[in-house]
């Protein structure tokens, strides 16, 4: 197997750097291959740079996994947004300031974020036959756990990845209804059963989510026979679905003041934040247009114009 620097073969474990084609970043990448089977998945972290968890867990993930218990390839690539990283620039790519989650497949002659996403497209996404994508709240959001996967896909890699989400240890499960934009969606869209997993925020890591994290994969890997033998593994825990989540962007900028937190529950009609002006004047209330459960929120006492405010999962009544 040759990805970037690397020419990998059964029973080694290797890492180097994947160029992007067009801009030159070069992204890190480690590869762990077995001495026999021929699955392989895909880990990646870092997509949005300031998400530090996913980066961290995908960092030691990489140096822990070795091909004595590996029956396949393992890929695993920390930091996809390495501009952003080293920019600290959160969610956005550096130079053209675009978002990478949702530039996917991406363009070889677009922008340094459509090259990148091209650029794993191409080189990591294909050659995957399963993903696993680690994502937490970004540096002015803070959120409940919980884990993506595709529903309106071919209804076998539906099924394949609703397993996988499975195996998180997370209170929920979204089922997206968007095939495009994003890694894992458009990994779904071809075909890849994909996972997106939701742990930490705030610009912040701990040890226990990172263990958290790493305890996620090894159990997606372990269902998948892909560790080698299999960890033992209980009963998949009660989770909740949500068949629709609801995205709320904010129609001015301004103060931003949450009126709940991750995870709480609430009614049709009642607010769930409010935007003020700097003298305190109110400039928009947010209410909810259904029952449902706080996913993610901006924390920041800034709110962007257009920018994300509030995510919730529908409560089916």
Not at 80 to 97: A, L, P, Q, W
Not at 154 to 166: L, N, T
Not at 200 to 224: A, C, M, N
Not at 239 to 251: D, K, T, W
Request: glycine share 12%; proline share 6%.
């Amino acid at each position: 197997m040759n990805i970037g620097t690397l020419c990998i073969h059964p029973g080694e474990k290797q890492s180097g750097f994947l160029k992007v084609v067009g801009c030159g970043y070069e992204l890190p990448v480690t590869v762990i291959r077995g001495h026999a089977g021929d699955r392989t998945a895909l880990v990646t972290a870092g997509i949005h740079s300031a998400e530090y968890v996913g980066i961290q867990a995908a960092i030691e993930l990489a140096e822990e996994l070795q091909p004595e218990a590996v029956c396949g390839t393992v890929v695993i690539a920390p930091l996809i947004n390495v501009s952003g990283f080293s920019h600290r620039t959160m969610s956005m790519v550096y130079e053209d300031n675009k978002n990478l989650n949702r530039e996917f497949p991406g363009a070889a002659g677009g922008t340094t974020a459509e090259q990148i996403c091209h650029t794993v497209a191409t080189e990591l996404i294909h050659r995957a036959d399963y993903y696993i994508d680690l994502h937490c709240g970004d540096g002015y959001e803070a959120l409940r756990p919980y884990a993506y996967y595709v529903g309106p896909v071919d209804p076998a890699v539906r099924e394949k990845a609703f397993q996988m989400a499975r195996r998180v240890k997370a209170e929920y499960l979204v089922e997206s209804q968007c095939t495009a934009g994003g890694a894992y969606n458009y990994a779904s869209s071809i075909g890849i059963p994909s996972v997106l997993i939701e742990r930490g925020g705030q610009g912040i890591w701990s040890r226990g989510e990172v263990d958290l994290d790493k305890g996620d994969v090894r159990r997606i890997l372990s269902y998948l026979r892909i560790l080698d033998p299999p960890e033992a593994e209980d009963a998949p825990e009660p989770q909740l679905i949500f068949r629709e989540a609801v995205y709320e962007n904010a129609p001015v900028g301004g103060c931003w003041y949450p009126a709940l937190r991750p995870g709480d529950r609430f009614e049709a009609g009642d607010v769930l934040g409010e935007i003020r002006d700097y003298f305190g004047n109110p400039l928009h209330v947010c209410r909810a247009r259904s029952r449902g459960v706080i996913l993610y929120q901006v924390t920041s006492l800034t709110i962007l114009k257009g920018g994300p405010m509030v995510t919730y999962g529908v409560l089916e009544t």
